[in-house]
């Protein structure tokens, strides 16, 4: 059976940096918890805490710490917190959390418990997250735990491949590629495959669903030279709502340098509403150096397309 996941504790603070007090019920809106010093318009709206840390850190203490001396508002049991991701969501009651950031920088000197012990678990193991739908959170309330399962299509477009006359190995590197930045930050995902000839008409059919049905990644291989049969950067093109040049000009610049062949790809990036889509060429070892220059800024550009400023 599914462990349990409940509140043990809810607390709050008139002041930031200073530690917070287990309240009867807490109350979220849209800028976090009513009353609370670390209310705002800001991606940190709500602090959590697991009691697995607190039983943690009171043996380090030598004393028990009470529910709240972290300054964090909602005390759980159940989950270890910091083994979840940013945009996983916790649903406590009616209100509706998603997580925003893992840990954070520690106040040192002007945080009680540092001056206490010398040490604080906030930096590592506490979680922040934005109200998404308020309501009243109190101890004892079930908390549901909602992974972001990432939507991911890869793409492969090959006259030659989708006839099988040669085994099509772009697309699968794109998976595995993907499948390594999804394991180093913990996100869960969910990727599909498709492999179909340099046709417009088939192309564009797939986009289109791809933008309707709310996939948060699109990537695409082959197409993007100057052949009569490459196709792929005209359709992608139509189909962006905002275009991000900058990445594929620095990707271009950069191998087109050393091998100026590689000027020649015309690959494409940019948002289909919320779908980001890569246009990519159609060899391995290009799918190689783009996917490293990509996940430079994928990360980062995740948490901007949901209006989350981690600077």
Same mark, same amino acid.
């Given at each position: ?12 603070? &008139?002041?930031?940096? *200073? ?15 009513? @009353?609370?010093? +670390? ?16 039983? &943690? ?8 710490? $009470? ?7 909602? *005390? *759980?049991? /159940?989950?270890? %917190? ?10 406590? /009651? ?6 925003? @950031? ?36 109190? $101890? ?42 999804? $394991? @180093? ?28 049905? +709310?996939? !948060?990644?699109?990537? *695409? ?5 100057? #052949?009569?049969? !490459? ?6 093109? %139509? ?6 040049? /900058? ?34 060429? #159609? ?29």
């Amino acid at each position: 059976m599914p462990k349990t996941i409940k509140v043990i504790s809810v607390n709050i603070s &008139k002041e930031k940096g *200073t530690v917070k007090k287990p309240v009867p019920e807490i109350k979220l809106n849209p800028e976090g918890v009513e @009353q609370d010093a +670390h209310a705002g318009k800001w991606h940190r709206q709500v602090s959590l805490l697991g009691n697995e840390s607190f039983e &943690k850190f009171s043996k380090e203490a030598g004393r028990q710490i $009470a529910f709240g001396e972290f300054a964090e508002n909602i *005390t *759980t049991e /159940g989950l270890v %917190l910091y083994e979840t991701a940013p945009f996983d969501r916790l649903k406590i /009651g009616k209100t509706m959390l998603e997580i925003t @950031q893992i840990g954070k920088k520690c106040h040192g000197s002007s945080c009680a418990i540092f001056k206490e012990v010398g040490n604080c678990v906030m930096p590592k193991e506490g979680i922040f997250a934005r109200v998404l739908q308020g309501g009243t959170i109190k $101890a004892g309330d079930q908390v549901e735990y909602l992974p972001k399962v990432f939507k991911v299509m890869v793409i492969t477009l090959s006259d030659r491949a989708s006839r099988g006359e040669y085994d099509d190995l772009s697309g699968p590197e794109i998976i595995a590629q993907l499948e390594g930045f999804f $394991a @180093q930050n913990r996100w869960h995902h969910k990727i599909e495959r498709k492999l179909i000839a340099d046709d417009a008409d088939s192309l564009r059919f797939i986009l289109r669903k791809a933008k309707e049905e +709310h996939y !948060d990644m699109v990537f *695409t291989t082959g197409g993007t030279g100057i #052949g009569p049969r !490459d196709i792929t950067p005209e359709v992608a093109r %139509l189909m962006l709502t905002k275009e991000i040049p /900058g990445i594929m000009e620095s990707i271009r610049l950069k191998f087109g340098s050393e091998k100026p062949n590689a000027l020649l790809s015309r690959g494409v990036a940019g948002l289909m509403d919320e779908t980001l889509l890569y246009v990519l060429p #159609g060899s391995v070892r290009a799918i190689k150096e783009y996917m490293g220059e990509i996940f430079k800024t994928l990360r980062h550009l995740l948490f901007m397309q949901r209006g989350i400023d981690i600077h």
